[in-house]
C-alpha cells in the first residue's frame, strides 16, 4: 500500500495498480530530461500547465522506477490508463501533488488539469 508520506501513489497502469514514487534519483533524472536547474526548476515547469506526452512518459517512467520496478521509457508507452490521455494525465498529476504538495494553479486554470501537448 503506498504511503502518501513518502510522496507514493497507486495507480492502474497496463494490466495492474502499481506504486509510484519520484525518489531523489526519479528527480534527479527529471533534471537532466527536461534540462531543469534545480528542484525549483523541476517545480516551476510542472506548475506551468503545459505538458507533453513524453513528459508522461518521462514521469511514469521515472516513478515507476523510483518504487523499484524495472521498466524503460519505451514499455512505458505501451502501458494503457483508464480515461486514456486524461487517465495519464490525472496520474501524473497525482504524483506531482505527492511529490510537491498542492501546486496551486492560476486563478483561471484551478477547474482544469495540464493538458497534453506535443513535444
Do not use: H
Not at 501513489?9 to 526519479?26: F, Q
Not at 527529471?30 to 515547469?45: S, T, Y
Not at 502501458?79 to 495519464?88: D, E, N, R
Amino acid at each position: 500500500m503506498p504511503n502518501r508520506l513518502r510522496g507514493e501513489i497507486a495507480a492502474e497502469l497496463g494490466d495492474r495498480t502499481r506504486k509510484l514514487v519520484l525518489t531523489l534519483g526519479a528527480l534527479a533524472e527529471l533534471e537532466g530530461a527536461f534540462g531543469a536547474v534545480g528542484l525549483a526548476g523541476l517545480a516551476a515547469r510542472f506548475e506551468s500547465g503545459a505538458i507533453s506526452s513524453r513528459d508522461l512518459i518521462a514521469i511514469l517512467g521515472c516513478g515507476l522506477r523510483g518504487a523499484g520496478e524495472s521498466i524503460n521509457d519505451s514499455e512505458v508507452a505501451q502501458l494503457t490508463a483508464p480515461g486514456g490521455a486524461t487517465g495519464y494525465v490525472r496520474i501524473v498529476a497525482e504524483l506531482l501533488a505527492a511529490t510537491f504538495g498542492a501546486m496551486a494553479p492560476a486563478k483561471d486554470d484551478a477547474a482544469r488539469p495540464p493538458v497534453p501537448q506535443d513535444a
